[in-house]
């Protein structure tokens, strides 16, 4: 459990914002796995927000599933930050993140993120007229929280400071992610610059975040820097199930031995994996209200999920060149139908092989697919 001001999570492990990839179907997708506390949207400029542009109010979308969905705004003291974490209460946020870490220079030249690191003293008066307004509009129920960066770069450190002052104006917990700014996301996040920033914030939860890719580094993480929760970004785009993974381990560590063996690590397989990925086709055909958006975030995702199946190359390929949803599942739904029959990689592999040398399995994967659709695929088998 997490307390973060009057909003109780069930875990301590959340999912990071990630642009172009935590949309509402990701969200859902993650949290059906199991042991996500938190998820938010990607950062909304909060302009777009309130001149009711498409795209961001697309991404603002969530439902009674996606809960407890916070929201992350980004602006700096020019822009309306106030009035749009009102609207975004009223549109199913149940906390506010403010973005203090986005190092991209759309963002950090101009209109906030990291650019917030640089003057402490003004984005604490930012961070005052938000925390006001979020408090009337919800009756004190929806907390205002920080995700920052270290600090610009290693000379200003101000992670630890800038956290106590906001804490101290009702900022009710904040994410950490360990690196500089001028890092974007090369080197090593620092687990022990986190835990600093911990020392000095006893006074609100404070959220360990950079390079938890295993289960077992979430768990490292809050042994380490003593931080009250983790949040977990590119690690769960590889592998969605993570936080279940991670969940049962704290579970375990935190309770006293009782001479019961503990409960086996859950170990998704191939199949698993695969119908997974068909879920995922089946929330962005529902959420999405776009399917060329839908068709593009598929894509890139793949890569990312491909990275613990093994030797999928004709089913990587077939999405990554597929024109629809549907010619997608159509791929995923043959390899899920072959698994089910018990096939391994190499059969199916096999199998493609011979569709591709003209051999019966293109009926076969015509019946399953009511189209030929994977002749793309076989092509690609190296
Ligand atoms: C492509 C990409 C997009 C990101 N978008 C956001 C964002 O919208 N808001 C945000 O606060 N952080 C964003 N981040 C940073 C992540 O939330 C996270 O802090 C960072 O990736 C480190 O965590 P990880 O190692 O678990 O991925 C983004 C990171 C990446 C790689």
Known sequence: MLQIGSLTLDSPLLLAPIAGHCDLSFRMLCREQGGVGLASTDLLNSRAILNGSPRTLELAATNEFDSPCGMQLYGNSEDPLPQAACWAIDHGAKLIDINMGCPVDKVA??????????????????????????????????????????????????????????????IQAVTVHGRWTVQFFSGKADWNLIGEVVAAVPSIPVIGNGDVTEPQHA???????????????????????????????????????????????????????????????????????????????????????????????????????????????CAVDYWIEHLVAGATESDILGRLFAFDSGGSSVRESQDVCGTPDLRRADSVIE
């Open 109 to 170: 030249k101009k209109h906030g993120g990291s650019l917030l690191l640089r003057d402490c003293a003004s984005t604490q008066r930012l961070t005052e007229r938000i925390v006001d307004a979020v408090h009337k509009h919800s009756g004190g129920r929806v907390p205002v929280t920080a995700k920052m960066r270290l600090g610009w770069d290693r000379e200003h450190f101000v992670a630890p400071t800038l956290a106590r002052d906001l804490a101290s104006i009702g």
């Open 219 to 329: 768990l490292d993480l809050m042994r380490q820097t003593n931080c009250a929760g983790v949040m977990i970004g590119r690690g769960a785009l590889r592998t969605p199930w993570i936080f279940r993974q991670a969940l049962e381990l704290i579970r375990t560590a935190a309770s006293p031995s009782s001479g019961v063996d503990p409960p086996t690590p859950f170990a998704p397989t191939l199949l698993y994996k695969c119908q997974m990925i068909r879920r995922h086709l089946d929330l962005l055909a529902k959420y999405c209200p776009c399917e060329r958006h839908a068709i593009h975030g598929m894509r890139s995702r793949i890569a990312w999920y491909s990275k613990t199946m093994g030797p999928i190359k004709p089913l990587k390929e077939a999405i990554r060149t597929a024109s629809s949803l549907q010619e997608m599942a």
